[in-house]
């Protein structure tokens, strides 16, 4: 071969060599990440040609499909769609999917490895292939109750089982339908979707998962419970001035409608959490330490991100530089961020003995044969507190509604633990309202959390306990009356 030819072939072996390496990089090392690319169409049109598996709630499908008659096959649809389409999402052929849709789509769409036999007994069978069910630990009821409660204001409700981290409730408002975004008309699920997306009040977004408030009082249950733990007692006589003039500052902390939160200087800890006393907590935020309080609040799951199996924004609480602003985070206030979810992370690690479980949304899920090949186990999250500390924690927060602040919450022969929270936002905008809480005290079978955004439909006029409380309260009446 003369050197002309010799070059030649080397040049084409070497294309070939690369040609057959970047097919077998895209084959066999990229192929999984493109499949689940939300963007790949292609893999879309595959899934929507076959029967997808339906979502249950309560033993009823709440997003099911069925022969369509046109191109794609199949047409996903959703019953009460906005009651549970935060929980849901959506699936959609121009708009991927969302949700329990997103998270799960492996089992709805029988692709999942666990899958691996039932594929093959129908590739032998000639059964058409279907996707698997998936059951989530929603409670109808529990779940119509909250959406009822907060009418048409903007906010959020989760409810979840203390013992286990089942959620059994799960609302955000505004909602959507995603029946709107399931169609096969290109058109109208384009126009649909802008519309929403142009909606100032955000109706795509979770506020349960992906939304973080100032948790304003709320959060003085993590100040309370750094208190405890660091060797305080419900009893404890704390400092509670009619105003705390802030270390190195010409501002000053008061306390809610200006007035004093008892006759002397100082009141007792478990008193101060009755009434919400702010510059009591600011100024035992300064004496805990702002490594204590940050401490404590990551104990309770802040700085973390979950998967329910749906994406759970962390909540923040970032160290203050110096007094002032460790006050002003020990009342839930300057860069404390929280997600509804977190906020009753907190009461059911307080009505769980300290305990945090991990919570869930995913009870079971089930071949075509109804098998089960999935089932949830509860799982232990973390400690956040010792028993005898969440122990006081409960009594204090039983307090808080039996003779404090979140007395809308109470309900006839039933021992209700709650904190109220009326948040700070902007100069020009309302307050947001807030209420956590959990039932009964002494065997509790529920922990929730409301926020209403800006005082809802009472608006500066709001407080946690005059506008959130009642919505809990509807809330834990729905899960005892089980």
Same mark, same amino acid.
């Given at each position: ?170 609302? %955000?408002? =505004?909602? $959507?339908?995603?029946? /709107?975004?399931?169609?096969?008309? #290109?058109?109208?699920?384009? *126009? &649909?979707? +802008? ?56 501002? %000053?902390? =008061?306390? $809610?409608?200006?007035? /004093?939160?008892?006759?002397?200087? #100082?009141?007792?800890?478990? *008193? &101060?959490? +009755? ?208």
């Amino acid at each position: 071969m003369n050197t002309p030819l010799r070059r030649i072939s080397i040049v084409v072996v070497t294309m070939f060599i690369a040609l057959m390496g970047a097919a077998t990089w895209t084959q066999y090392v990229r192929a999984p990440a493109l499949n689940d690319d939300p963007r790949n169409v292609r893999t879309l049109y595959r899934e929507f040609d076959n029967s997808r598996g339906p979502i249950v709630i309560g033993g009823e499908p709440v997003a099911a499909s069925t022969p369509s008659g046109d191109a794609f096959g199949y047409q996903r649809s959703y019953t009460n769609g906005p009651l549970f389409a935060h929980v849901t999402g959506f699936y959609s052929v121009v708009y991927s999917r969302t949700g329990i849709e997103r998270e799960e789509n492996d089992f709805l769409t029988g692709t999942a490895d666990s899958l691996f036999l039932s594929r093959i007994q129908d590739l032998f069978t000639g059964r058409q292939p279907q996707g698997s069910s998936v059951e989530l630990t929603i409670d109808p009821a529990v779940q119509q109750a909250a959406w009822d409660a907060l009418g048409d204001q903007r906010g959020a409700v989760v409810a979840l089982d203390p013992t286990t981290g089942a959620i059994l409730a799960l609302v %955000s408002k =505004p909602s $959507f339908d995603p029946n /709107a975004l399931a169609g096969h008309s #290109t058109p109208a699920v384009n *126009e &649909a979707y +802008r519309a929403l997306e142009a909606d100032p009040a955000s109706p795509l977004i979770n506020r349960v998962t992906r939304e973080t408030y100032p948790p304003g009082s709320t959060f003085k249950l993590v100040t309370a419970a750094a208190a405890l733990e660091a060797g305080l007692t419900p009893d404890t006589q704390v400092a509670a001035p009619q105003t705390l003039p802030l270390p190195g500052s010409s501002s %000053s902390i =008061p306390n $809610f409608g200006g007035e /004093a939160c008892g006759p002397g200087a #100082t009141v007792s800890l478990a *008193e &101060a959490l +009755r009434i919400s006393c702010n510059t009591a907590f600011a100024q035992l935020g300064i004496d805990v330490g702002a490594d204590a309080l940050q401490a404590q609040a990551e104990a309770f799951g802040f700085g973390a991100e979950l998967d329910i199996p749906l994406p759970v924004v962390a909540s923040e609480y970032p160290l203050p530089p110096d007094d002032a602003l460790t006050a002003i985070s020990a009342i839930g206030q300057w860069d404390v961020r929280a997600t509804p979810l977190q906020m009753a992370l907190v009461s059911a690690a307080i009505a769980n003995g300290g305990t945090t479980m991990t919570p869930y949304l995913v009870q079971t899920v089930r071949n075509p044969d109804l098998e089960v090949v999935q089932e949830a186990t509860p799982t232990k999250l973390g400690t956040a507190v010792s028993a005898s500390t969440a122990a006081a924690l409960r009594d204090m927060m039983v307090d808080v509604v039996d003779n404090g602040t979140g007395s809308a919450a109470q309900i006839s022969g039933v021992r209700v633990a709650g904190k109220t929270g009326t948040a700070q936002t902007t100069d020009d905008a309302a307050p947001h309202a807030w209420f956590t809480a959990f039932a009964p005290a002494d065997a509790p079978r529920v922990a929730v959390a409301v926020i209403v955004e800006n005082g809802g439909s009472q608006g500066s006029e709001a407080t946690g306990g005059r506008v959130a409380a009642p919505i809990a309260k509807a809330v834990i009446e729905a899960v005892l009356a089980q």
